[in-house]
């Protein structure tokens, strides 16, 4: 299954090493034979994750002696299940899925050593134009939601909840029926094909969807959900046990492009993950960057915290997708974090 992913997805990741090529040894006095090659699964293509596209255009893996070939693996259980068999070496996902794993009691489970977003990344997409919405109006309405046991899906839940809206399946009107049954992957396609009242979509998918006239953002449910662990790197247990300088390296190239992008413009983030989205006017990525500087998206640093990660489980408990809290101290590694923060300025 994950070598037809891989094969699907074969632009993708040829884009991502065609990036990589342009930026070798910019920065760094490492050479081919020097660097690690690591295969990086990342949940979906997405300017949300506009640090990673920058680290890997502004040279930063570079310098670390680090070579990325990036696959979309689309969804967090399919970037999981890429992870633990070795599909992929390092995961970008919901830390949701190592909760999981971790809980079917897999002995080489994931461990996040590295956050890269801090807020959910999806907007609230309208077929009418609405400068007034209120979450009121999704009673009777029905949502497409993504699939059921994923981040954006529960978070989304969390937000409707937090609103004091009803969850059911429109028979009441004061009910907000969210659908699970439609795939992230398709979700912005079934919406534009007349599917449901409202669909929550991340970028670029939002912003393709009103460039057609087919739906307008109304809302950030990032901006409503608060601060939560939304995408992290992880790896299997034993994999960081063996690898960790290469691990340590990665944060490092991580933590850069975090700081890159904080500390430069929408159009100069544009500007630098433009490879990745080579079918996107510029101006609509600076229009993207800046929804997403705008709610303050993306994290600071690569620390993962544990009062954030039990948001998390507090939403996924309130979904009904957890019977019981993984251990923070587990499933989660901050040392190259933190190491990263003491030595990169």
């Not at 004091?164 to 969210?178: A, F, M, P, Q």
């Amino acid at each position: 299954m994950f070598k037809k992913i891989s094969t699907l997805l074969a632009v993708a990741t040829s884009l991502a090493l065609g990036v990589t090529g342009c930026t070798k040894g910019a920065s760094s006095d490492a050479t081919d034979k020097d660097m690690t090659k690591l295969t990086v699964g990342e949940v979906t293509h997405s300017i949300f994750y506009a640090p990673q596209y920058a680290a890997i255009t502004q040279g930063f893996f570079d310098e670390e002696g680090i070579e990325i070939d990036l696959i979309n693996t689309q969804g967090a259980d399919k970037t999981m299940a890429a992870l633990l068999s070795g599909e992929v070496d390092i995961g970008l996902m919901g830390p949701e899925a190592s909760i999981y794993v971790y809980n079917k009691g897999n002995d080489n489970y994931a461990v996040n050593f590295a956050q890269l977003t801090q807020k959910d990344g999806s907007f609230l997409v309208s077929r009418e134009k609405n400068d007034n919405f209120s979450f009121n109006q999704l009673k009777g309405k029905e949502v497409l939601g993504g699939r059921k046991g994923g981040v954006p899906e529960m978070t989304l839940e969390y937000v409707l909840k937090k609103n004091n809206l009803t969850l059911g399946t429109n028979t009441k009107s004061d009910e907000v029926n969210v659908r699970t049954d439609v795939q992230f992957n398709v979700l912005s396609g079934s919406f534009a094909g007349g599917e449901g009242d409202y669909v929550a979509l991340f970028e670029p998918a939002a912003s393709e969807i009103e460039k057609q006239g087919k739906g307008y953002v109304v809302a950030s449910i990032g901006e409503e959900s608060g601060l939560i662990p939304y995408t992290a790197y992880s790896a299997p247990k034993d994999y960081i046990k063996d690898n960790k300088e290469v691990i340590q390296r990665f944060t490092n190239a991580v933590y850069k492009g975090q700081i890159w992008v904080k500390n430069h413009t929408a159009e100069e983030v544009a500007t630098a993950i433009e490879p990745f989205f080579t079918d996107f006017e510029k101006k609509d990525l600076v229009s993207v960057v800046e929804r997403y500087k705008s709610i303050d998206a993306w994290s600071s640093d690569p620390v993962l915290k544990e009062d954030s990660l039990n948001l998390l489980m507090n939403v996924m408990k309130e979904a009904n997708e957890l019977d019981k809290k993984a251990p923070y101290e587990k499933i989660v590694d901050t040392g190259f974090a933190n190491e990263s923060i003491k030595n990169i300025k």
